[in-house]
Structure formats: structure tokens, C-alpha cells
């Protein structure tokens, strides 16, 4: 079964500490993993993809096999960062559905 | 190019009745996803259509149900209202190039309240 899970609902950081957002999966085949950031008064927006290996506003995440995990890291963490961020998994293939984890709301304080 | 874009916005109704959810994705997407988003539940798969056909639902009751019309727009359909259907409920629409690695376009979403 596809299953993504986000440990933490709340992670609150001051301006400039490194962010790391956990995300851990559970699927039986080769999973492509996205990260999608929701703005406050704003749609649910795709931040990144794993299969990209890009940084996007600074942010990064590395796709452990081992550790069936896809954190979302941040060196330094700006307050426009504030947002609430999911963990989304799509199988491989045609036919596979694309699932959310709960949720983490990244709350930068100055 | 226009976005995802569902309609109504917001919606009252009272508990035991049915209420029909639509949404037309972005242009040339032919894969249309709806979610439930209930308070501190974060997304909850509800049902996927592709190419007019049901290709996966999530663990919602039959009283959950859709379908995908030719213009590849998507109706959600609830009967038999319960308050726990209280929710905003997002539709995606993503472009299926046969693997899952393409950008899923969400909708603002339909705010749902059963009383």
C-alpha cells in the first residue's frame, strides 16, 4: 500500500536556522516523490520533484531508498518560508494514484 | 492559460442531502484528482479519473462518487450528507504521460459545511 507520512505538524525555527521537514514513504515499487507548498490565501503549488534533483528557493531533497525517506532541507530558513508544507508519492507506471501526507506548517519567526 | 478551477467556492447544506462538486482542470490535462482536506488531516485521496474512467478511489464510502465527462471536466458527487463531510475539497488535474512524474495543478478548492 502507498502510505506518506509527516511526523510533524508544527516546526517552528527563528530567521536564518536550517530547516529540515521529514517525510518518510511506504511503497512496494519505485516511488517518484514530490514536495507541494501551500502560501497563505494561496493554491497548493508544486516546490519540488525528486527525480528533478534541483533546489528550489533554496530548498533541496534527497530521495533515501534505504531509509525510505524524502527530507526537505533548507540551510538557512527565511520567513517567507512560512507556509505549510506536504510530502506527496506517485507510483511509477500509468495507473497509480498520488498521495499526501498530513502536513507539516513550517512557522520562520524573526 | 486558465488554472484548475472548481466551482462553487463555498457551499451550505444540511445533513442527509446531496451536493454535486465540479471542476475543470488545465487544458490538454486529461487526469483529474479530487481530495478531501478536513481539518488536521491534511489531504485525503478521494478519486481519480483518466480519460473518463475511474482508475483509483481512496477509503471513502460508495456515497462518494464521480465521473469524468468527455471535455475531461470531473463532477464529485456526495448524497446522504453526514457532518464529518465538512471539509474543503480540492480537485488536481495533472497530465498523464503513462509514468507519474508530471506537476499536479490544484484548484482553489470548495468549501463544503454540513449543519
Known amino acids: 500500500a502507498q502510505r506518506v507520512t509527516q511526523p510533524e505538524k508544527l516546526l517552528s525555527v527563528f530567521k536564518g536556522a536550517p530547516v529540515e521537514l521529514k517525510c518518510n514513504y511506504s511503497y512496494s515499487g519505485s516511488p517518484e516523490l514530490f514536495w507541494y507548498v501551500q502560501y497563505s490565501r494561496q493554491r497548493l503549488q508544486l516546490l519540488l520533484r525528486?527525480?528533478s534533483r534541483e533546489s528550489i528557493k533554496g530548498f533541496t531533497a534527497d530521495l533515501n531508498k534505504g531509509e525510505t525517506s524524502f527530507h526537505l532541507k533548507k540551510p538557512f530558513a527565511q520567513e517567507e518560508d512560512s507556509a505549510m508544507y506536504y510530502c506527496?508519492?506517485?507510483?511509477?507506471?500509468?495507473?497509480?494514484?498520488?498521495?499526501f501526507g498530513a502536513g507539516t506548517r513550517l512557522a520562520v519567526h524573526p | 492559460e486558465a488554472g484548475v478551477t472548481q466551482s462553487p467556492t463555498h457551499l451550505i447544506k444540511t445533513r442527509g442531502q446531496q451536493v454535486t462538486l465540479r471542476c475543470s482542470p488545465i487544458s490538454g490535462h486529461t487526469s483529474v484528482y479530487w481530495y478531501q482536506q478536513a481539518l488536521g488531516l491534511g489531504l485525503q485521496f478521494l478519486l481519480w479519473y483518466d480519460e473518463g474512467e475511474e482508475r483509483n478511489r481512496g477509503n471513502f464510502p460508495p456515497r462518494f462518487s464521480g465521473r469524468q465527462f468527455p471535455n475531461y471536466s470531473s463532477e464529485l458527487n456526495v448524497n446522504a450528507l453526514e457532518l464529518e463531510d465538512s471539509a474543503l475539497y480540492l480537485c488536481?488535474?495533472?497530465?498523464?504521460?503513462?509514468?507519474?512524474?508530471?506537476?499536479?495543478?490544484f484548484g482553489q478548492g470548495t468549501r463544503l459545511t454540513v449543519v
Open positions: 488536481a488535474s495533472r497530465y498523464n504521460l503513462g509514468g507519474g512524474n508530471t506537476e499536479a495543478f
Open positions: 525528486h527525480i
Open positions: 506527496a508519492l506517485s507510483g511509477n507506471g500509468g495507473y497509480n494514484k498520488l498521495i
